[in-house]
């Protein structure tokens, strides 16, 4: 299958940093990418919708200014979280979709925010 | 009512014995389904992805579509305790965001 790689995988930050977070496509071009929020024992929650070369797509109740998200390549999308609270600890997962409809997921990134 | 509902479980089989997991939803715009497995604290993992109705196997896993009555499955044949995980259900209509299932929590008892 595709891949898609994740990084960082594990970040630790302290309250009032911003944290950055990269989602390539290593073997296809990406045009759409997704970004999702995981808590512990719950499932997937989609944040928002990354486009390649215009602005991102944000779910009801999540703050675009919190979640900066920037896919300026086909193979590149960043989702920056601007200054950190604890609250913001989480697992982060990015995604890509291929034409065909299939989703490949990142590895995720597990934010902890002291 | 949710747009997919996935029993969450938690769900546990003895070693070997054949796995059954199911999604039902109710958009029939779907046409795309696919199944993926989450181990703790990973990204989840592509598994099966079928195209309309009908079955799919890929070794011990088989996925069956029933379009008519917005019924979706995962089989597991023998199942081995590197099996459990947590699947997830998913479907989507194209290059658009996918809708997920809660997620079934699966453990294999040795």
């Known amino acids: 299958g595709a891949v898609v790689s994740q990084h960082p995988s594990w970040v630790i930050c302290k309250s009032g940093t911003s944290v950055k977070i990269e989602c390539r496509s290593l073997d296809f071009q990406a045009t759409t990418m997704f970004w999702y929020r995981q808590f512990p024992k719950q499932s997937l929650m989609l944040m928002a919708t990354?486009?390649?070369?215009?602005?991102?797509?944000?779910e009801q109740g999540v703050e675009k200014d919190k979640f900066l998200i920037n896919h300026a390549s086909l193979t590149l999308s960043t989702l920056t979280v601007t200054s950190a609270h604890p609250e913001d600890s989480s697992f982060y997962i990015c995604s890509a979709i291929l034409t065909s409809g299939e989703l490949f997921f990142g590895e995720g990134s597990r934010l902890t925010v002291l | 009512q949710k747009e997919v509902e996935q029993d969450p479980g938690p769900l546990s089989v003895p070693e070997g014995a054949i796995v059954s997991l199911n999604c039902t939803y109710s958009n029939s715009a779907f046409q795309y389904f696919m199944w993926y497995r989450q181990y703790s604290r990973k990204g989840p993992e592509l598994l099966m992805y079928?195209?309309?109705?009908g079955n799919k196997e890929d070794g011990r896993f088989t996925a069956q579509v029933d379009k008519s009555s917005k019924y979706i499955s995962l089989f597991i044949r023998d199942s081995q305790p590197s099996d459990s995980a947590t699947y997830l259900c998913a479907m989507g209509f194209g290059n658009e965001k996918l809708t997920f299932g809660t997620g079934t929590r699966l453990t294999i008892i040795p």
């Open positions: 990354s486009n390649e070369g215009s602005k991102a797509t944000y």
């Open positions: 079928t195209y309309s109705s």
